[in-house]
Every structure is written in structure tokens, then in C-alpha cells.
């Protein structure tokens, strides 16, 4: 449960204290259920300081931190496998890491297999629910409850 934006900062700076070249993080839910919030707190937590718009129209946003490429993809608007494929996703990840909002519109499933999951539902009062899946490898980021 995430009670507020604070725990939010909190579970990205937790992600991106484990974040590494290939990592992909998948991020789902509603409209409006955090999904942007989340990885702008990643983004944040890994020195970004520019300004981090969603990337529902344009689809991707590149970022360099200090130790690693970030790409924010957002699959909203994607109707098909090639589109996904000229977004450079599996280079990104190559270069990288990469967030990705909206992972059900044609993530490929074999990307998905070793993603860390985070689906989200918007609660009353700014309060999130998380549900958090993915490789084993994640397990260790994750002991101690966010709050």
C-alpha cells in the first residue's frame, strides 16, 4: 500500500537503488493510478533533474543519469508490434533500463518474463495499492514494507 506521495518517492527510490542495464519495469493500471508518478520518483531517485513529462504522445522519453540510460516508454496509444519496434525498446534495454506504463498494449511477452511488475489501483485519499511481481533477483529491494 502506498499511503501517499511520499511512499511513492519511497518504493522508486527502493527500484532504483536496484536498477541496472537490462532491468525493464513494468508498470500497469487505470488512468490515474500512479503509473507516471511512480517512475518519475525512479527517474528522480536517479539524479534526474529535468523536467519529466508523461510520455503518452510522444511515446518515449530518453534520459541519461550518472550510471545509466533510462527510457520512459508509454504503450497507451500503441496499436502494433512494429510500432513497438520503432521505439527502440529492446535497444533501450540493451543500452539501459526502461520503464514502461502500459505494458498490456504489446509488451512482448518474453520481455515480460524477467520484468519487475508494479500494478497499480488508485484508492480514496491519494492512497495507491501495489501489487509487485517478478524475477527473484527483485526479492531483496523489496523487504521492507513502503509505507
Known amino acids: 500500500m502506498l499511503t501517499d506521495e511520499s511512499a511513492t518517492r519511497g518504493l522508486g527510490a527502493m527500484i532504483a537503488s536496484a536498477l541496472g542495464t537490462g532491468d525493464l519495469i513494468a508498470l500497469s493500471g487505470d488512468l490515474g493510478a500512479g503509473k507516471t508518478t ?11 533533474a529535468e523536467d519529466v513529462p508523461s510520455p503518452t504522445f510522444t511515446l518515449v522519453q530518453r534520459y541519461q ?6 527510457s520512459h516508454f508509454d504503450l497507451y496509444r500503441v496499436e502494433s508490434a512494429s510500432e513497438l519496434n520503432e521505439l527502440g525498446l529492446e535497444d533501450a534495454l540493451d543500452e539501459g533500463a526502461a520503464l514502461v506504463e502500459w505494458p498490456e498494449n504489446g509488451l512482448p511477452a518474453r520481455l515480460q518474463q524477467d520484468a519487475l511488475t508494479i500494478h497499480m489501483v488508485a484508492l480514496d485519499h491519494g492512497r495507491r495499492e501495489i501489487r509487485v511481481s517478478g524475477a527473484n533477483r527483485w526479492r531483496p529491494v523489496f523487504t521492507r514494507e513502503v509505507r
Not at 520518483?41 to 539524479?47: C, M, P, T, V
Not at 543519469?65 to 533510462?70: D, E, K, M
Open 38 to 48: 511512480l517512475a518519475r520518483a525512479i527517474l528522480r531517485s536517479l539524479g534526474v
Open 65 to 70: 543519469t550518472q550510471n545509466l540510460a533510462i
